[in-house]
Nanobody, 124 residues
Framework: QFQLVESGGGLVQPGGSLRLSCAAS????????IGWFRQAPGKVREGVSC????????FYGDSVKGRFTISKDKAKNTVYLQMNSLKPEDTGVYYC?????????????????WGKGTLVTVSS
């Protein structure tokens, strides 16, 4: 059974940083692209970032470009999202998800497996 578990969320002041983790089990990151998505209360879910299965391809949504960085540790089978210069509008539940094709992550379509999410709150 494939499983994704997010961690690292919490309360942070505007301008601060957080590092989210997405631990995969039941499958290897070498075979799947991983994406981060978020949803704020009353708003539609949006794509945040994606990383490819092997070639190192990355994607960032316009709202986070230059502030967030996605990476992975194959030995730990874990994907990370480093979030810097956080803004109140970054607040929401952050989910990681897996799909075979990187392009499907980029267009936020057809993700096969989802984690349960971790809450990020940016507030003073």
């Amino acid at each position: 059974q494939f499983q994704l578990v997010e961690s690292g969320g919490g309360l942070v002041q505007p301008g601060g940083s957080l590092r989210l983790s997405c631990a995969a089990s039941g499958f290897f990151l070498d075979d799947y692209a991983i994406g981060w998505f978020r949803q704020a209360p009353g708003k539609v879910r949006e794509g945040v970032s994606c990383i490819g299965s092997g070639d190192g391809s990355t994607f960032y949504g316009d709202s986070v470009k230059g502030r967030f960085t996605i990476s992975k540790d194959k030995a730990k089978n874990t994907v990370y999202l480093q979030m810097n210069s956080l803004k109140p509008e970054d607040t929401g539940v952050y989910y990681c998800a897996a799909v075979v094709l990187f392009r499907l992550c980029v267009i936020s379509g057809g993700m096969d497996y989802w984690g349960k999410g971790t809450l990020v709150t940016v507030s003073s």
